[in-house]
């Protein structure tokens, strides 16, 4: 009898091509007019795309869940094959969806000799592939940088590169909180690089030049640009899952952020977050960021000096999910749960010791194979792939973003190839 194959062996025996033409149209337009209107998207080109008859990349900055929609209505008729998480084509709600379209994908954060070959195969086909670079939407509303190996993708093929960049897309849709606040979306399409371009500089020149011009902030944008977004009283909803350290008595876990407030349940230092995103002090006592971001990053400031130390240790308890062998996962769920037990910082690495499916369990990444976790839908967990398998970590605490900027920091202090930004004020201090 023939042996059942899993998703994972499905997944790498297919060989993609480009989606189906009228498919692709049909929903692709769909999308576009209803979209467009709902979240009222517009579209900026610097560029002709009657001029691109060929294969081509397109590079975007990743502002959130949704940028599928604003990406592939800017290129229609154009079709697009995307790469995308390589966990996502286990969710049932998905599965159907990327199988119709051709998507390519990919395990973050980690080298996956699959893609390329993918990639490679749509190509010769006279395709165009989007990538995200950066490896996953923005957590805090600016940019981190891209993943490692972009600049080595774009010089190996060779191929023209286009780009979007997309403004007020995390706005609409954050990361800290899953509703949906319609405001406006502005997305400029531009060209980025030429094949002669590519065939005159190096990978590393092609990364910095991505990082360069994909980086974006989308609270200084509103500064300028003054959008009401609704969050229908609701701003603040789960803030504190992003923004868990307090500015004025540094405790940390004691932020709470309901209805248009973020609160210390400590010293009462808080703000009010307006329909433009912006963070109001509650009164001159107050110690309050000007954006978010600038918050995001004094917690990553933090990070920075604590795992500096070299005794410094993080733990928690957390419960354990990975992927299901034969079945898609049911109810939006992005992992099935199968264990529990205790994840631990420390400066040899990361490790997880406890259970997975009733068994003892345990495995250890040293820092320099973490660069970073994945968040693949919002701030409460955190994902992670150690040999090829994929884990999500669950929390008892809203710790998750304490995690991501402790695991990046001791990343790059132990010698990670995956830097930050250059110029960042508080490395220079050291």
């Known amino acids: ?11 790498a025996k297919r060989k993609l091509t480009r989606p189906p033409h009228l498919l692709y149209w049909l929903l692709g337009y769909i999308w576009k007019f209803v979209f467009t209107r709902r979240l009222h998207v517009s579209y900026k080109y610097n560029i002709r795309l009657k001029d691109f008859k060929g294969p081509y990349f397109v590079i975007s900055n990743h502002a959130s869940r949704v940028d599928y929609l604003y990406t592939g209505a800017a290129f229609l008729p154009h079709r697009l094959n995307y790469v995308a998480g390589y966990n996502e084509f286990f969710r049932s709600h998905l599965a159907l969806i990327f199988h119709l379209f051709q998507v390519v994908p990919k395990r973050n954060f980690t080298t ?22 950066e490896g996953m939407s923005s957590i805090s509303g600016s940019n981190q940088p891209c993943a490692i190996g972009t ?7 060779g191929i023209p590169v286009l780009m979007t960049h997309i403004s007020g897309g995390y ?12 405001g406006k979306v502005n997305v400029e399409i531009s060209s980025l690089f030429t094949s002669e371009d590519i065939k005159n500089m190096s990978e590393e020149e092609i990364q910095s030049k991505i990082d360069c011009v994909i980086h974006h902030d989308d609270y200084e944008w509103n500064k300028t640009a003054r959008v009401r977004f ?55 006592e107050s110690v309050i960021p000007e954006t978010p971001v600038k918050w ?17 240790v993080l733990e928690e308890k957390v419960r354990l999910g990975t992927l299901l062998p034969y079945d898609t996962l049911k109810n939006l769920k992005t992992s099935e749960l199968v264990g529990e037990g205790v994840l631990r910082l420390d400066p040899t690495g990361m490790t997880y010791t406890g259970t997975k499916y009733g068994k003892p369990f345990t495995f250890h990444m040293n820092p320099e194979t973490l ?8 701030t409460s967990f955190i994902t992670t792939y150690h040999n090829y398998e994929y884990y999500e970590f669950y929390p008892e605490r809203p710790v998750a973003i304490k995690w991501l900027h402790y695991a990046e920091e001791l990343h790059r202090i132990k010698g990670g190839k995956w830097k930050n930004f250059p110029n960042v004020p508080f490395y220079q201090e050291k």
């Open 371 to 378: 660069p970073t976790f994945g968040m693949c839908t919002d």
């Open 171 to 182: 706005l609409t849709n954050t990361k800290y909180c899953l509703d949906e606040r319609a």
């Open 1 to 11: 009898m023939k042996q059942k194959l899993t998703l994972e062996e499905k997944l």
């Open 112 to 133: 996956d000799i699959n893609t390329i070959k993918q990639i490679s195969r749509i190509i010769k086909k006279k395709g165009k592939i989007i990538v995200f670079p």
């Open 151 to 157: 600049g080595k993708l774009i010089k190996h093929f």
């Open 296 to 312: 995001f990053d004094l917690e990553r400031e933090n990070a920075y000096k604590v795992v500096s130390q070299p005794d410094f």
């Open 230 to 284: 609704d969050g229908h009283g609701e701003m603040a909803k789960n803030l504190h899952t992003l923004l868990y350290w307090c500015p004025r008595c540094h405790h940390e876990l004691t932020m709470e952020g309901n209805g248009n407030a973020i609160t210390c349940k400590h010293c009462g230092n808080g703000a009010y977050l307006n329909e433009y995103y912006d963070l109001i002090p509650n009164d001159g």
